[in-house]
């Protein structure tokens, strides 16, 4: 391989922000037609959400980063076609949640995610 591609991903801004819960970094980061799929115990596999385009991604992200709660970024692998990592997040209050997410990038951008998360039952 001789040079380096000009759009490549920075996983470690990508995590930085994720961490410091800095959205309007995290959404730098997407295409502005990206796609995203949550599954959880309210969304199931059945039922996923899905959110198309940067601006259904954006409520999203924003609403995660105002929680009172930590982010941080786990086990993470990556190349140019995609990143995979999860993240241990914990709630003011105590309670845990962990997400396994999987980007897929074009271009140096995320163009689609699965995010699966689980809370702790109270």
């Known amino acids: 391989m001789t040079g380096a591609t000009l759009n490549t ?3 470690a801004r990508f995590r ?7 959205s309007e970094t995290q959404l730098a980061m997407y295409a502005p037609d990206a796609t ?12 996923p959400r899905l ?3 940067k601006g259904e991604i954006r409520g999203w992200i924003e609403d995660i ?3 009172d709660m930590t982010h941080a970024v786990r086990h993470s692998v990556e190349d140019e076609h995609g990143a995979a ?14 997400c396994a997410t999987v ?4 271009d140096g951008l995320i163009v689609d995610q699965t995010v699966l998360q689980a809370w702790d039952e109270s």
């Open 9 to 11: 991903f920075d996983f």
């Open 16 to 22: 930085d922000a994720v961490e410091g819960r800095d």
């Open 36 to 47: 995203m799929m949550v599954v959880d115990r309210v969304t199931p596999p059945g039922a």
């Open 51 to 53: 959110l198309r385009g």
């Open 65 to 67: 980063s105002a929680r």
């Open 85 to 98: 990592f999860t993240e241990a997040c914990r709630y003011a209050d105590g309670t845990g949640v962990m």
């Open 103 to 106: 980007l897929k990038l074009a």
